[in-house]
């Protein structure tokens, strides 16, 4: 006997129903992750936390095509001078020989300009911050970077390990992973020995690189990838990983962004390279836009420079001026590139939003940044205790400094 085989009859409108389900979910779906990025911890705004959102879910090359094509159509006009008061006015001593006080490096050298004729006050390091043992460990300058955006100012910090601990600090978002033991807001216990805080690199995804902290190492270190190393001891230092440091027992973070732009003292001649498999999917090296980045002298200070309208061929030169023998980028764009220091109104006081300063004049984001929460990893800087006789007591571990200086 044959069998007979009825066919299932079309239904349009059941499809119709699952189209819709289907077409709820995946909506709804990317309306909580949208919304979550909107309150993620920190203060910034709902263009940059869309932005983010978007580079994030598949959408970098397009954010880099937007801002390369943005930032090349908007250049800084050329030539001008800066307004008013934003070279820095000497208005403290600047003595470059301190005979007294705790074990330190020599006091940095005024910087050459390099524009000409130079302004009042345009690379003379001032001593920010307080005192360790009687002595700065933070000096800071503003100098013109450019001979051809004359308008143009960058900023510039040196920093004396001897005097200062560096500690890494987790953004909620970068590196994430948390809970982490050092995360913004600072504590009460943090403001008594801060000193200054800087932003750290791009985020993980376009950062060719891997972050290490707290022995996790959230994302893989990346042998060649430029590295920002903290010691167990509170130093720091700017090297190529796997070459110059690897991961030993006294390393206590590593940061890596993309690849030296300063070795052996000289411009990496990769700088000049357009290929975005060595910058990250971000504006190209070129393009002129707030760029930042951190090197260490051939004495082991550690140098920071930013400033807005900047290649990365710039910022290199600016490190180099300062005495870097490396240097690496950090993260660029004015939302994500911010310095700041800080002068309480006694030595044993606490640093504030109210007693903080940018590097740069005209740096975006307010002192206050890293007092609240926020989606990006920092480096902070804190004085070291000293003893009674002025002396720095040595750290043995990564903890931040809790005892307040000795001034």
């Given at each position: 006997?044959?069998?007979?085989?009825s066919?299932?009859?079309?239904?349009?409108?059941?499809?119709?129903?699952?189209?819709?389900?289907?077409?709820?979910?995946?909506?709804?779906?990317?309306?909580?992750?949208?919304?979550?990025?909107?309150?993620?911890?920190?203060?910034?705004?709902?263009?940059?936390?869309?932005?983010?959102?978007?580079?994030?879910?598949?959408?970098?090359?397009?954010?880099?095509?937007?801002?390369?094509?943005?930032?090349?159509?908007?250049?800084?006009?050329?030539?001008?001078?800066?307004?008013?008061?934003?070279?820095?006015?000497?208005?403290?001593?600047?003595?470059?020989?301190?005979?007294?006080?705790?074990?330190?490096?020599?006091?940095?050298?005024?910087?050459?300009?390099?524009?000409?004729?130079?302004?009042?006050?345009e690379?003379?390091?001032?001593?920010?911050?307080?005192?360790?043992?009687?002595v700065?460990?933070?000096?800071?300058?503003?100098?013109?970077?450019s001979t051809?955006?004359?308008?143009?100012?960058?900023?510039?910090?040196?920093?004396d390990?001897?005097?200062?601990?560096?500690?890494?600090?987790?953004?909620?978002?970068?590196?994430?992973?948390?809970?982490?033991?050092?995360?913004?807001?600072?504590?009460?216990?943090?403001e008594?020995?801060?000193?200054?805080?800087?932003?750290?690199?791009?985020?993980?995804?376009?950062?060719k690189?891997?972050?290490?902290?707290?022995?996790?190492?959230v994302?893989p270190?990346?042998?060649?990838?430029?590295?920002?190393?903290?010691?167990?001891?509170?130093?720091?230092?700017?090297?190529?990983?796997?070459?110059?440091?690897?991961?030993?027992?006294?390393?206590?973070?590593?940061?890596q962004?993309?690849?030296?732009?300063?070795?052996?003292?000289?411009?990496?001649?990769?700088?000049?390279?357009?290929?975005?498999?060595?910058?990250?999917?971000?504006?190209?090296?070129?393009?002129?836009?707030?760029?930042s980045?951190?090197?260490?002298?051939?004495?082991?200070?550690?140098?920071?420079?930013?400033?807005?309208?900047?290649?990365?061929?710039?910022?290199?030169?600016?490190?180099?001026?300062?005495?870097?023998?490396?240097?690496?980028?950090?993260?660029?764009?004015?939302?994500?590139?911010?310095?700041?220091?800080?002068?309480?109104?006694?030595?044993?006081?606490?640093?504030?939003?109210?007693?903080?300063?940018?590097?740069?004049?005209n740096?975006?984001?307010?002192?206050?940044?890293?007092?609240?929460?926020?989606?990006?990893?920092?480096?902070?800087?804190?004085?070291?205790?000293?003893?009674?006789?002025?002396?720095?007591?040595?750290?043995?571990?990564?903890?931040?400094?809790?005892?307040?200086?000795?001034?």
């Amino acid at each position: 006997m044959q069998r007979t085989y009825s066919r299932r009859r079309f239904r349009p409108r059941y499809f119709r129903i699952s189209i819709v389900l289907v077409g709820a979910i995946l909506i709804s779906t990317v309306a909580w992750s949208y919304g979550t990025a909107l309150t993620a911890p920190g203060s910034s705004s709902l263009g940059v936390k869309t932005v983010e959102w978007i580079r994030g879910h598949g959408g970098a090359s397009i954010v880099r095509y937007a801002e390369n094509f943005w930032y090349s159509h908007n250049k800084p006009p050329v030539g001008g001078k800066p307004p008013a008061g934003a070279i820095a006015k000497v208005t403290k001593s600047t003595t470059t020989t301190i005979a007294k006080g705790p074990a330190h490096l020599p006091p940095p050298k005024s910087l050459v300009p390099f524009v000409s004729p130079s302004i009042a006050g345009e690379g003379v390091w001032q001593p920010q911050g307080r005192l360790i043992g009687g002595v700065a460990g933070l000096y800071t300058t503003t100098i013109r970077p450019s001979t051809v955006y004359t308008s143009l100012v960058a900023g510039v910090a040196w920093m004396d390990p001897n005097l200062l601990s560096f500690t890494l600090f987790a953004g909620a978002a970068e590196p994430g992973h948390g809970p982490w033991t050092y995360m913004a807001p600072f504590s009460t216990t943090e403001e008594q020995s801060l000193v200054a805080a800087f932003n750290a690199g791009f985020r993980m995804q376009d950062a060719k690189g891997g972050w290490y902290s707290e022995g996790r190492q959230v994302y893989p270190l990346v042998n060649g990838a430029a590295s920002f190393v903290i010691y167990k001891n509170g130093t720091a230092n700017v090297v190529q990983w796997g070459r110059d440091q690897t991961l030993t027992s006294d390393v206590a973070s590593v940061r890596q962004n993309l690849s030296l732009i300063v070795d052996n003292g000289k411009v990496n001649p990769a700088v000049y390279s357009n290929n975005f498999l060595i910058w990250g999917a971000t504006v190209g090296n070129a393009v002129l836009v707030w760029r930042s980045g951190v090197g260490v002298t051939a004495n082991g200070a550690i140098i920071y420079a930013a400033g807005a309208g900047l290649s990365t061929a710039n910022l290199a030169n600016i490190l180099i001026r300062a005495g870097a023998v490396r240097a690496m980028e950090m993260d660029i764009n004015s939302t994500w590139t911010n310095f700041f220091y800080f002068n309480p109104s006694t030595n044993n006081g606490l640093a504030l939003p109210s007693n903080g300063s940018r590097l740069v004049y005209n740096m975006l984001r307010p002192p206050a940044r890293y007092f609240e929460g926020t989606a990006r990893d920092f480096i902070a800087a804190f004085a070291r205790p000293t003893d009674a006789n002025g002396h720095v007591i040595p750290q043995t571990s990564s903890s931040t400094t809790s005892s307040v200086p000795a001034g």
